[in-house]
Every structure is written in C-alpha cells, then in structure tokens.
C-alpha cells in the first residue's frame, strides 16, 4: 500500500460547471482562496468551454485573474477542444500537456461532439498545440473508463486500446506519455475491477505513472480509492465536499467526485500521508455548502473529524 | 473473498429511532411490507425501548401486529435491558439470544445508563431471561467497537477483552458463543482496522462466525465493508436509503447506517450474490425518502441503477 498521496482539488471546477444559474464569480475567487489553504498542490478552478454549453463557465479567464495565487498551488482548468486549449494558453493557469479521449462512443459524442475515431483523429492538433507553446504532452486521460450510462460496462481491452492508441499517435510525434490517468465519469467502477484494471495498465506499461479520477454517483468512491491505494496508486482527483456531477452524463442530481475531505480522512486513518489540513477541508466543505447553497454530498462535514480524540498514537499503530 | 453475503436490514429501526415528531405507524408497516419483498431474510423494525426515552418507538408492539409477515423473513427488535427482552418476548418477533455490551464506557453509560462493569454483572439476568424462554444464547455484541466520538479510538485489546469475557459469562452459565457482532456504531472504523480486528478475533477464536454492523458516519462505510469480504465476512447490517444514526452519539445529522442497496448493489458488481431485488431496494429507498420527507444518504437511488446496460457477463468476467 502507497505511503503518501497527492490529491489533485476538482471541485470548483467540478461543482460550478453544472450550476444554473451560475455561481457568482466571486464566491468562485473565495473558494479557491480558503483551498489554497489546505495544503492542495494543485486545483482545478475553471473549464474553458463555449458559455454556450456551459454558461456557468463564462467567467474562466476572471476567476484565474481574481484568485489569490498561493507559491506552490497550481491552478488548473480544462478544455475539450483546441480553441479551449487556446485559451488556457493566454491565461497563467498551469497547464499539462495531455491527450484525452473516451472509453464510451457515446459519452464522447456527448460530451465532445466528435465520434472516438473524429476525436482520436483531432490528436495531432492538441500535440501540435502543446509544441507551439513548448509544453511536453506527457499524459493520456481515458474518460468513462470503467462503465458509461449509455453504453453499460466498459471492457477492459477498450480501456487498454484506447491508452496504446494515445501513445502511438504520442510516439508518432515524438513525445513520451509517463502518465495515464483514468476517469470513472459516471461511476461505474468497483473495487475488483479497479484492481483488474490497474494490474492490466501496469503490466502493459510498468513505467506509466497511474492516476484516479473517482466519481462517487452509486456509492462505491472510496471502497475503490482504498482498492487503488492497496495497489499502490498515488494520484488521485477529489472534490472538496463531493462537489460535481457531469452535464452530458444521463442523470441529474447524483452524487458527485470522491469528497477531498473524507478520502484524505481515510488515508491520514490508515497512516498514509495526504499533507492536507483537514480541519481547513472541512471549513472549506462549509463554504461550498453556503456557495452552493444546498447540502453536499460530503460525509466528513456533517459526521464529525474528532481529531482531538485521535491520539497520534492510533495512526502511529496501524502504520 | 466470499461468494454471497446475508444482509440484516435495520433502517426501519435505526431510522425511526431518531425521528421527533415521530413517523406514523401506518408508515412503519408501509415501509416494513415493501422491504418484506425485496428477498431480505430479516428486518430489525423496532426498540423496545421506553418511550420517556425514545417516544418514535412507542408502538414497537403495534408495528409488529400489523406488518404483513412475509414467510421465511425474521422480523426483529432490539432491547437494552431485560425489561426490554421481556416485552419483545410477548409479541412474535424473532429473538437471538445474545450478550452486548459497549467496548466505550461512555458511549455505553449515555446507551444504557450502566457502567461497563455493571453491564457485565448484567449479563447473567438475560441470559436467565432467554433460558425461561428456551432461547440458547449464541451471540455476542460488541458496540463502538472500533471508536468512540467521546474516547477516540478504541484499541483493539479492548474489544477481544469484551469478547473474552461475555464469552466466559456465556460459558459459566453452559451457553455457548457462537456469533460474534462488532457494531462501528459511531463511525470510526477504517479498512485497515477493519482487516486487523477481524484477523485478531478470527485467530483467537476461529470458531466464531463474524458479522459486522457499519455506520456511514464519515463516509468510509463501504470501503470498510469491501474491506471485510476481503476477509470473508458474510453477514452484513445495513439500511435502506442509508438510515439511521444514534440518538446518543453526540452528531446529531450526521449520515447514517451503510445504504443496503448500495452495498448489495457492490457485492451484485463484484459477482457476490445478495440474494437481493436491487431495483425492489432502490423503489424502497424512494419510499424511506417519502416517509422521512428528506433526501437520505443513499447514492444508487439517486445515481441510478442501469441495470439493462449491466450485463450479465461482465459479473460473470469479474466472478
């Protein structure tokens, strides 16, 4: 099992991008700033998509302009087109040259409006992209990797398919993928086909880098986080107080990520280090509650950290 | 890992327990009738507990004379003293000879106004109590087992301790112990306590069968629950919608009991059969939700089940 993790913060993102009407900006500024303060190395703040689709995003370039940028923090957005990618380039966000694509046809189409084919065709525009700004593409993302509203389950073969794909047309121009990360989206995923999956990836490609993408929509979150973590995953996506959902997934008020505050809990309970303050995850679960203005999903708010009444002693003994 | 579990159903007690004003008994029956039809061999509906205490279970023996019995379901209800045992006795509920006991002194004092010690003497009156009703005592429980919101942790020496000597009460009065709970009834257990408490119980006492009875207090539930099939545990608590809490656990609103049918729907992904109707399950979470008139816990109701995009060969792949 990984001793240390490192939790990349999805939930403003996450959070705002399905919100109508859209969060005001400044409660988007706050909400950085208290995470800023947690210990978070990095934080997923904005989407760079059309205010078309998603109005609730029409503010990316202002949040990043208006955040309080702590040293070390890195602030990150997404993008599903080049247009996007473009964008994200003018602004100083941090970005990470990636390639992305879907398991499911479907989602794809839904949430790309491309087939897998168009999109693992729109590849080379990325990488072309990514050079122009001296940016190294050194990561593939598989979305819907484990099971899809539409399509059902996902096989495996198509997850390790479309990660060999990524780093051929990766390979074809010239840059080395050290990191895979795979996207649950919709929630499909259990614990024993987390730790198939993982052993399938790492055996195809030992020297990939593994990271998780968690979504919490029927439950199982965190019973897969601890399956990953016993196959010696250290990389992980979260959402301060389960933040999140997706707009083009089929279902509407489902759960959202894996909650920051209580997958770190658990790890920081297991002995395994997360270098979060999870007192200050907690206030800031608090405040997206008050943003949001509803309960969030998040158990750790409501259930109590009682860290007063964990002797260090406890920890220490199940290291 | 074990092949199939048997799930012990306790929302409807665990859930109207805290309820102020208190739900209907029409609704009790209602949710009773409904649950009775989801392929469950045993729901726990009621506390005999006195009213002046919790008024919501004022008509535990009304409950049980006006449910719809379904033949091959327990019915069951739990008592905290011998004067409860003996009210359970005089209607047809189901009774289990057992032994409990709170591994917290606190917890166990705010629970049942004794004292550890005193709880122990207490022993022999049931166990007198069960033998005038030709009912073996076969059980023991152990609550806040693995942690206590008002002692921390609980260290594991403290729970084989009460293991030992409910067993050597059992033993002097020529029962024997066969069934051991360990109730997380506050939520502080992790998987990897999980795994350790159930490797020490098991290697002094093998011949035990281990049952587990986990709160999603802090959201590490199902991750403690894949953590014990792990370890071959088979028989599983769990409620409805995710019901429940502890009226004397110092977090009021804080999440309950593991959600039966998102665990069920776990065990179902990972090729474990339940025994379960998922979708009877999910339409009894939406009723819980109507009765108690708030959103529950639960995720599947709300992240959807799909089962017709769930093939039967992807459980047949993973089994």
Not at 133 to 152: H, K, R, Y
């Given at each position: 099992?990984?001793?240390?993790?490192?939790?990349?913060?999805?939930?403003?993102?996450?959070?705002?991008?399905?919100?109508?009407?859209?969060?005001?900006?400044?409660?988007?500024?706050?909400?950085?700033?208290?995470?800023?303060?947690?210990?978070?190395?990095?934080?997923?703040?904005?989407?760079?998509?059309?205010?078309?689709?998603?109005?609730?995003?029409?503010?990316?370039?202002?949040?990043?302009?208006?955040?309080t940028?702590?040293?070390?923090?890195?602030?990150?957005?997404?993008?599903?087109?080049?247009q996007?990618?473009?964008?994200?380039?003018?602004?100083?966000?941090?970005?990470?040259?990636?390639?992305?694509?879907?398991?499911?046809?479907?989602?794809?189409?839904?949430?790309?409006?491309?087939?897998?084919?168009?999109?693992?065709?729109?590849?080379?525009?990325?990488?072309?992209?990514?050079?122009?700004?001296?940016?190294?593409?050194?990561?593939?993302?598989?979305?819907?990797?484990?099971?899809?509203?539409?399509?059902?389950?996902?096989?495996?073969?198509r997850?390790?398919?479309?990660?060999?794909?990524?780093?051929?047309?990766?390979?074809?121009?010239?840059?080395?993928?050290?990191?895979?990360?795979?996207?649950?989206?919709?929630?499909?995923?259990?614990?024993?086909?987390?730790?198939?999956?993982?052993?399938?990836?790492?055996?195809?490609?030992?020297?990939?880098?593994?990271?998780?993408?968690?979504?919490?929509?029927r439950g199982?979150g965190?019973a897969?986080?601890?399956?990953?973590?016993?196959?010696?995953?250290?990389?992980?996506?979260?959402?301060?107080?389960?933040?999140?959902?997706?707009?083009?997934?089929?279902?509407?008020?489902?759960?959202?990520?894996?909650?920051?505050?209580?997958?770190?809990?658990?790890?920081?309970?297991?002995?395994?280090?997360?270098?979060?303050?999870?007192?200050?995850?907690?206030?800031?679960?608090?405040?997206?509650?008050?943003?949001?203005?509803?309960?969030?999903?998040?158990?750790?708010?409501?259930?109590?950290?009682?860290?007063?009444?964990?002797?260090?002693?406890?920890?220490?003994?199940?290291?």
């Open positions: 099992m990984t001793k240390n993790v490192v939790i990349h913060e999805v939930g403003p993102r996450e959070g705002a991008q399905i919100e109508d009407p859209p969060i005001p900006t400044a409660a988007k500024v706050a909400l950085s700033d208290a995470l800023s303060e947690t210990g978070l190395e990095s934080i997923e703040l904005v989407a760079f998509v059309s205010p078309k689709w998603v109005p609730a995003m029409a503010d990316a370039e202002d949040v990043l302009a208006r955040i940028r702590k040293p070390g923090v890195r602030y990150t957005g997404i993008y599903l087109n080049v996007g990618l473009e964008r994200a380039l003018k602004t100083d966000c941090a970005i990470e040259g990636h390639l992305s694509i879907s398991a499911s046809e479907t989602f794809g189409k839904r949430n790309t409006n491309r087939t897998r084919e168009e999109a693992l065709a729109a590849q080379p525009e990325f990488i072309a992209a990514y050079k122009a700004a001296g940016i190294p593409v050194d990561t593939v993302l598989v979305s819907a990797a484990f099971g899809c509203n539409f399509e059902g389950y996902i096989p495996l073969e997850v390790t398919d479309t990660i060999a794909r990524l780093i051929a047309i990766a390979d074809e121009h010239g840059e080395r993928i050290a990191h895979v990360k795979l996207l649950d989206t919709m929630g499909w995923a259990n614990p024993e086909q987390i730790r198939r999956t993982i052993d399938a990836v790492r055996t195809r490609w030992p020297h990939l880098e593994i990271a998780l993408h968690l979504h919490d929509t199982l965190l897969n986080a601890n399956a990953a973590l016993h196959e010696d995953v250290r990389r992980f996506d979260s959402a301060v107080a389960g933040l999140g959902g997706c707009p083009f997934a089929a279902v509407k008020g489902a759960p959202g990520n894996i909650t920051t505050e209580d997958f770190a809990f658990m790890c920081e309970e297991m002995g395994i280090s997360t270098g979060l303050d999870l007192d200050k995850l907690v206030a800031c679960a608090a405040l997206a509650e008050e943003i949001f203005g509803r309960a969030l999903p998040g158990h750790l708010s409501k259930g109590g950290l009682f860290r007063a009444k964990r002797p260090v002693s406890w920890v220490q003994s199940i290291a």
